[in-house]
């Protein structure tokens, strides 16, 4: 059975690729969609950057064709604020909003915003609907499973943001205290699903990182689909290896070096046409040890690529690389 959020059919399964800030912007997702993600997300947008025109919201509110179905973001700690921004996101036109209730960093959850929204669920619950009241388009939130481990909360949170409205919710299985450390644990997760006061879909988040862990988990948890984030970074066949696995029980070979540098430098040109040459090139870097993890001896060619800043360059490091390790067989296995 398809899984629907209002009126978008995401299929049987989806596979969602987590708004993930500094990374999860259009070139990323542009390499992510080609790998097979069913719907995406911007990275998590500030409600006041956007009401007060900041440059770097504005910017993230820029979505393509090709992405959809993509989902906004927005984080914020003031209600009103955040009925602005969802007016504001919304006329960017997205295929829904999302809110972020799970961020764990300090910045954020420090000012009352992201996952600091799990101390006050009568307020989450207030900024929600003043969301849902702001937009036509479907609203879903993403959140963890408490504070911490004494105020595991979020089956509260999962009822009372139905009741107003949400049509998705996707929990990652940490606590805020985790930030991202330990193990995810989904134990909870399946407890919300099973509630039979829950009609809406769930997602699943936290340390998916390999097609059998995707189809044990998905048998185990029962969640409706699965939402991928640090495992997606520098691996965009993740998706589609995952897709292979649920529908043969067999491993998708990991891909060519061909495809490892094509994809990077597929990420690297739409990074300079996104951002410009300059920016571009900055922010590409964070990028290139992870598509080439595995490479043996590769610490020279990572340093001159974190260090080069003509384009050109960049390009013929690129091709030097596919001659240099075009030998070598395919990294079936995620590092």
Aim: include cysteine; glycine fraction near 8%.
């Amino acid at each position: 059975m398809s899984v629907k959020i209002g009126n978008i059919d995401l299929g049987e399964f989806p596979l969602l690729l987590a708004p993930m800030e500094d990374v999860s912007d259009p070139p990323f997702r542009y390499v992510c969609k080609q790998g097979g993600a069913d719907m995406m997300y911007t990275e998590f947008i500030s409600s006041e950057g956007l009401i007060r025109s900041a440059a770097k919201s504005r910017q993230k509110l820029d979505i393509f064709e090709y992405e959809r179905p993509i989902g906004i973001q927005i984080f914020g700690s003031d209600i009103e604020s955040m009925r602005e921004a969802t007016e504001i996101a919304t006329l960017a036109g997205p295929d829904l909003m999302d809110i972020n209730y799970g961020c764990p960093v300090k910045n954020v959850a420090c000012r009352g915003a992201g996952s600091a929204l799990l101390q006050d669920i009568d307020k989450m619950v207030k900024m929600t609907e003043a969301v849902v009241k702001a937009t036509h388009l479907p609203v879903t939130v993403k959140t963890r499973l408490g504070w911490d481990d004494n105020t595991k909360n979020v089956e509260e949170v999962a009822e009372r943001l139905q009741d107003i409205g949400i049509q998705a919710l996707t929990i990652h299985g940490r606590t805020r205290a985790q930030l991202y450390k330990g193990e995810a644990d989904w134990t909870l997760i399946r407890e919300i699903k099973r509630n039979p006061r829950i009609k809406i879909p769930i997602f699943g988040n936290g340390d998916i990182d390999s097609p059998e862990k995707a189809a044990n988990w998905r048998l185990e948890y029962g969640v409706d689909g699965m939402m991928i984030g640090r495992a997606a970074i520098g691996y965009p066949w993740i998706f589609r290896e995952i897709k292979h696995f649920f529908a043969t029980g067999e491993h998708l070979e990991g891909p060519t070096l061909e495809e490892r540098v094509a994809a990077c430098r597929t990420h690297f040109t739409k990074s300079i046409e996104w951002k410009g040459p300059k920016v571009g090139v900055f922010e590409m870097r964070r990028h290139y040890s992870n598509y080439f993890k595995g490479l043996p001896d590769f610490k020279p060619y990572r340093t001159q690529l974190v260090k080069e800043e003509n384009i050109e360059t960049i390009y013929a490091l690129l091709d030097e690389i596919t001659d240099k390790y075009s030998n070598i067989a395919p990294v079936t296995e995620m590092a």
